[in-house]
């Protein structure tokens, strides 16, 4: 996974001074691929601290990994220090980035990953849909649309809920999380105790190289929205996780379609 994803990957979890250090690194990449740490902390305005932090948010082992994920990225898509810098882009070229993301979602894994979503949905007898920050509306919008399907899903959407949850969990439950990053140290808690019970989990994420996906029973890897103009050397963030409201509604249909009668 290149270093522009990792960034849209993790942003909506880093705190303020983090974000503030990533949307300078999009907004000219070679400072960071070509200089020290304080040399770049001083020309993008925050702490050297911060770059370190940065750089571990997104998985790295600091700031000269960071620098070299960084310049790989410059150098495999030739952007350039004289290339003009990103303008902000416009409607259609937004849009064009989400239907981009809505055709990568047309594949095997995602179709036969519905599959089973929905027929683990089918007949289950407790259904908890898990989600934190904006990850949690996939979770509370998928309770309101299988609601008018006759079926009650339980959402969990809060921190302290979240890490509350582990000793309630039943035999026979299906656990469904939502997470763009799949955090570990988020959800810890709930793989331990779902890979020791008889409990269903499904993953919906958009990381790939989550550690934790190949412990779930249903895995559903979405892509990430992304939008790079190559003439351009700074990058906008987009946030992808509408592509989560999307892949629910297919969710709810596909359901409705092969349980009609429910």
């Known amino acids: 996974m290149d270093i522009i994803r990792q960034i849209e990957l993790y942003y909506a979890n880093m705190t303020k001074s983090e974000r503030a250090a990533a949307d300078a690194i999009m907004a000219d990449m070679h400072i960071v691929a070509e200089q020290p740490i304080k040399e770049a902390a001083q020309a993008y305005g925050v702490?050297?601290?911060?770059?370190?932090?940065l750089a571990k948010r997104l998985g790295l082992s600091g700031y000269s990994e960071l620098a070299f994920q960084t310049k790989n990225y410059l150098t495999e898509h030739r952007i350039t220090p004289s290339k003009k810098a990103q303008q902000a882009p416009e409607m259609a070229s937004l849009i064009q980035s989400f239907i981009g993301a809505f055709e990568q979602m047309i594949t095997p894994e995602v179709e036969n990953g519905v599959a089973q979503l929905a027929k683990a949905l089918h007949g289950?007898?407790?259904?908890l849909a898990v989600g934190l920050g904006h990850s949690g509306l996939a979770a509370e919008h998928l309770k309101y649309l299988m609601l008018s399907r006759g079926l009650f899903i339980s959402t969990v959407t809060d921190g302290i809920l979240i890490e509350r949850l582990p000793p309630l969990m039943q035999s026979g439950d299906l656990i469904i999380i939502f997470s763009s990053s799949a955090a570990v140290d988020t959800y810890a808690n709930i793989f331990k105790r779902a890979s020791k019970k008889d409990i269903t989990f499904a993953l919906v994420t958009m990381?790939?190289?989550?550690?934790?996906?190949?412990?779930?029973?249903?895995?559903?890897v979405l892509p990430m929205v992304h939008s790079l103009d190559t003439d351009a050397k700074g990058i906008r963030y987009i946030d992808s996780r509408p592509v989560f409201d999307v892949l629910v509604s297919c969710l709810t249909r596909y359901y409705s379609d092969v349980y009609p009668n429910v």
Do not use: E, G
């Open 207 to 220: 990381n790939p190289n989550a550690p934790v996906l190949q412990k779930a029973d249903i895995q559903l």
């Open 47 to 53: 702490s050297a601290t911060t770059l370190v932090r």
């Open 124 to 127: 289950q007898h407790r259904i």
